[in-house]
């Protein structure tokens, strides 16, 4: 099984730019977010165990699952956030086990927005996190993704806070800077993962570069 590394953020951190990045370099990645919307497709267990916990009323007419009334149905309530996580999070870690397991490449990467919080960093040997600061997150999802304050407000609080996460990961890389830069410290990490991957030591003591804006911090 390859070196894994679990690529993390909170809300609106820009995590999908650094995937995006990693794909470009054909590191295998799998995104729980797209496996979250594999698992509650039309006739599947989780989406019928989702129904008859919330109600038909969380169903479009297409029989898919509306996305965006559950979700403001669940922020804010922890008891309910509770519910779905207990339908699909099971769910996502196993499909994330056998896809981990089945990689062949010196390194693959699980992005899950939630690792920490879902306490599924067990899954992987590193944790990158990038990390913004919580105006550049509130600013993104309300005005890159018309949320509206109050709902943006709610799911910025049910992250776990910004040092539990610094905390907790591994290597850290800072997005609230240009993209050029961004990408340039995602492919001095690639660089730096192969090279873990090849002596195999995940755990090993790692890179550090100068931390300013944007620049990458490798915890040792």
Known sequence: MPLTIGLTGGIASGKSLVQARFEALQVPVLDADQVSRDIVMPGSPALAEIAQTFGDEFLLASGELDRRRLRGQVFGHPDALRKLE????????AAMMRWREAQTAPYCMLSVAILIEAR????????LLVDAPVEFQFARLTKRDGIDEALARQMLAAQSDRETRLGMAHDVLDNSG?????????????HFYLRLAAR??????????????NSVTIKI
């Open 120 to 127: 599924m960093h067990d899954l992987v040997d590193r944790v």
């Open 200 to 213: 195999g030591e995940p755990h090993a003591a790692g890179l550090r570069l100068p931390h300013s804006v």
């Open 86 to 93: 207990a339908i699909t999070h099971p769910r996502i870690r």
């Open 178 to 190: 240009d993209i050029a830069t961004t990408e340039a410290a995602v492919d001095e990490l690639h």
